[in-house]
């Protein structure tokens, strides 16, 4: 049962191409919309359009939310900021210095190809003074965590039997640990982050939907996010990929995976998420057996590589099934996406990578694979369903700055990578447009009946067109609700 009397009023709005339109909510739907004089509601709160587009909620389709809220408590260590070991050594002193007594120092965005390679001993050597602080670094990628030998001792003492079992032996020593997110905050007992500053920051960019794509998502990361809707401080629907997610255990609410009238559930789990990595390949009939185990879930498959992508795609053709997802396809030649092409599988990619990353992808990237890079206009020709994500905090979680580089597929310094990948605006906002579920979809409207989950810019669709990345989002409404004001 869902409340019919208008809750909200949006006028002066401009509504698939047609200006002064109106919308009524009722609830967490759309009740109603038209063109020209609004019905009359006293009593009803009426949001002034000014004549800018209304669009559905945006959708991102592959982001950490955790992840990136715990970015607000860690120590910036990225090039922007650090680009020599003795500098990193300043900055984690400093951070250490101003620190409770006895917590972690967590920074994050270190990049061995700018700063050189690090382990607990080169660590332990820059902290100086600060050495007997717990310290982990997070490499930029989110694979890599560098902890000192303070912070070793830490994981140790928390858990002695499984230390040993928690990476080979040189790993543990070193303190260089690859993929191992879930065991290493299991041993560290980091309290789960205050994801209130990241639901509003979302939601002032017109987002009402995340797909929280991290691997080691399991049911009490389920609960987290369940908490945080439920004390409004997660204002977006979240679809939560994992590889420990019960294959059985789908939605918050409701057995059959949606609400009534078809919005998507306020949260739900999804795909079973499968990471490739050359430090610990998987052969292709383990690949394939994963992929049949996860069932109808279906799989969301990390691939970074060339390999990762021919690997993925012989086994999901060897496996069938689905629904499956391709995370990233970072590098997809014509080869390989005839060989996707005819799958049934979604590809979600980061077009915002080609602005934030492209410089130095130009610098260590293979010639043979710049023009293959985080490909748009080549999957859309091929008809492979396309979605954009983030992968925020490994990327910009702006979705309009991803639009704008999903155009002109312009780097910070201006090269164009990929030329002939450019997508129009059009077809660049349709990125974040599918549903979480049936991302790369038919891109959802703003009708009757369908979720408030609606997203308000300052201007007509024609004019923010021309300058994807300097639009306005004057309000947001997720489930019926009004989450931002911007004027």
Known sequence: MHDTAPSLLLVDVELEGRAASWVSVAGDRVAATGQGRPPARRGVPVLEGAGGVLLPGLHDHHLHLLALAARSTSVDCSPARVRTMGRLGEVLVEAAAGAPPGTWLRGHGVDDTVLGPLDAVTLDRLLGPARDRPTRLQHRSGHLWVLNTAGLERVRAADPVGWEALGPPGDRTAGVFYDLDGPLRARWGSAAPDLAPIGARLATWGVTGVTDATVTNDRSTVGVFASAQAAGHLPQRVLVLGADLAAGARDQQGPDGAEAGGAEPRLATGAHKIVLSERDPLALDELVDEVRRAGPVGVAVHCATRQDLVLASAALASAGGGPHRIEHASVA???LVAMVTGLGACVVTQPGFVRQHGDRYLRRVEADDLPWLYRLAGWRQAGVPLAAGSDAPFGDPDPW??????VD??????????????????????????PLRAPGGRPRVVRPGGPADLCLLDVPWAEARRALDQVTVVATVAGGSLVWVGR
């Open 333 to 335: 030649p014509p080869e």
């Open 401 to 406: 700055a991803a639009m704008a580089a999903a």
């Open 409 to 434: 597929r312009r780097t910070a310094g201006g090269v164009v990578l990929g030329p002939g990948e450019g997508l129009t605006p059009e077809e660049a906002l349709a990125l974040h447009l599918g």
